[in-house]
């Protein structure tokens, strides 16, 4: 495998009583695309979370580009800190539920983070946001408010609102579960064009046609653990497990 | 009953203390204006330091909250009484503070800006709170994963949404700390509650009372339509599907 871009060992994560993630290691290499399925209360959102920091895991490790990224002092206390500006530069993500600014336009959504926080010039930060609003397919809405924007146009200006920082890994979470049907392919297009540039990403998706046709590999978690992985053909057509089989079953029922 | 008007609605008694009611009522504008202006920049400072992120600030976060809810639970009369009562005999302090003269005011003034500030900069901590709460959980998470500090992503993204929510609200904050500024005459500043009971005092007339209550109405029903007004607007955003205008 190539450069290990994102290894864990043995996160674990709990909510009051609730242990969520109980000893999970993964590792995605460079320009790997990885999707992770398993039922909803699996963890396989909070997981994604943790490798940014968002949800920072009780104990176990994070290699980002092979830097401890738990160890330090502050990490995960939502303080600023070495590792938290050294996560949050190199890992992007896109939510389910967009989260786009609703105070700002389409093009201020994607200018503000490289503006603020890297310090780019307005010019410099506009040039590079109306770039990537025109190659996410809105190169004619970078002046519309959200409000104005359908959820698939929301969710694509989120993605280039991600990509403006430079990310190193992006991770997607469930970002088209909130999306009318009709709506759900613009989205996908707009992630499956940014696999095929090699971009490192680690997607939580309900989708089995995307995680077939554009995984490297497939994940599936069930109750706070890895239950298998490997290829898609392997995972989605000939599951070892019984779990597994039991998730596609219900899932391709429908 | 004319026994009752000709206590109470004497207009020829209202006219004749027209002028003096009305300047005892513009001495309750005068501290009302002064401690919303000190409540409202103390209520944000308060809210956001109860908002402060992280184990380290958490003594901030405790002490904060605990002074929120002291002066939330404490009568403002009470505190009144205990700030003019009790202040001016901390010898510790500055003759001139403790016994403030401040731009020629006499000390009761001082004592009940004090106290309302103190209390009212509780109430609006709680205003300014529920702003910066009511905007989703998710735009904060964005923001930290874009890189963006606490307090930039409090600056740019949480803060400019929070404050369309806050306008009504604090707005109701305001005129109730309007009426609570007659409070203050009971440690003898001469506002329009004090004036009117000298009068009831001297003529055994309560018509004065009356004319104040009526000054009071008169200002603080254009607030309470323009509350109204506040509330529409922000249920309108609602239906819409965003709390957000053009900023």
Redesign the interface.
């Known amino acids: 495998m190539a450069e290990t871009m994102v290894r864990l060992r043995g996160i674990h994560k709990r909510f009051g009583e609730l242990e969520v993630l109980k000893g999970v290691d993964l590792d995605v290499g460079r320009g790997e695309v990885v999707c992770v399925l398993g039922p909803s209360g699996s963890g396989k959102s909070t997981l994604l979370r943790c490798v ?1 920091l ?1 949800e920072p895991p009780e104990r176990g490790e994070i290699f980002l580009e092979g830097h401890d990224i738990c160890k330090g002092p ?1 990490s995960g ?4 800190s070495w590792e938290l ?1 050294f996560v ?2 190199r ?3 896109v ?1 389910q ?1 967009f ?6 336009t389409a093009l201020q959504n994607v200018t ?2 490289p503006e ?3 310090g780019r010039s307005r010019a410099e930060a506009r040039a590079k946001a109306s770039e990537l609003l025109e190659r996410v397919g809105l190169g004619d809405k970078v002046d519309q ?3 104005r924007l359908s959820g698939g146009q929301q969710q694509r200006v ?1 993605i280039a ?2 990509l403006a ?1 430079d990310p190193h890994v992006m991770l997607f979470d469930e970002v088209t579960s909130a999306l009318d049907p009709e709506l759900v392919k613009e989205v996908l297009d707009t992630m499956r064009e940014l696999a095929s540039e090699g971009m490192t990403m680690i997607v939580v998706t309900h989708e089995l046609g995307f995680a077939r046709e554009v995984a490297d590999r497939v994940v599936f978690m069930d109750g706070g653990v890895i239950v298998e992985q490997g290829p898609p053909a392997q995972v989605l057509d000939e599951p070892r497990e019984e779990r597994t089989k039991r998730f596609l079953g219900l899932v391709l029922d429908r | 009953m004319s026994e009752f008007f000709h206590q109470y609605f004497d207009f020829n008694y209202m006219g004749e203390h027209f002028w003096e009611v009305l300047e005892a009522f513009l001495q309750n504008v005068l501290i009302f204006t002064v401690v919303a202006v000190l409540a409202l920049i103390w209520g944000l400072v308060l809210a956001l330091l109860r908002q402060l ?4 600030f958490l003594p901030i976060r405790f002490l904060t909250i605990a002074y929120i809810d002291l002066f939330r639970a404490i009568p403002i009369l009470i505190v009144i009484l205990l700030i003019s009562g009790g202040v001016p005999f901390l010898e510790f302090i500055p003759k001139e503070i403790r016994i403030p003269h401040w731009l020629g005011k006499p000390d009761p003034f001082w004592y009940g800006v004090v106290a309302l500030m103190l209390v009212y900069g509780a109430f609006t901590a709680e205003v300014y709170r529920a702003g910066i709460e009511g905007v ?1 959980g ?2 904060m ?10 307090w ?1 992503a409090m600056r ?2 949480v803060v ?2 929070a404050v369309t929510l806050i306008p009504a609200p604090m707005l109701n904050e305001l005129i109730s700390l309007l009426k609570d500024s007659t409070l203050v005459s009971v440690i003898a500043f001469g506002e329009s509650v004090l004036i009117s009971r000298e009068l009831l005092a001297q003529s055994f007339n309560s018509s004065a009372l009356t004319l104040t209550a009526i000054f009071f109405i008169l200002i603080i029903l254009p607030m309470a339509r323009i509350v109204d007004k506040l509330i529409a607007r922000n249920q309108g955003r609602i239906a ?5 205008e ?2």
């Not at chain 2, 992120?53 to 380290?56: D, E, S, V």
């Not at chain 2, 819409?240 to 957000?244: D, F, K, L, N, P």
């Open positions: 940014n968002l502050n206390t939502g303080e600023q500006n949050r530069q890992v992007g993500i939510f539920q989260n786009l600014f609703p105070h700002r503000m983070a603020k926080v890297l408010y959200p409000e989120a609102r991600a920082m | 992120p992280g184990k380290k989703p998710g735009q998470e964005a923001a930290r994963s874009l890189g963006m500090s606490h930039q740019n993204v400019p949404q819409r599907g965003s709390h957000m053009v900023a």
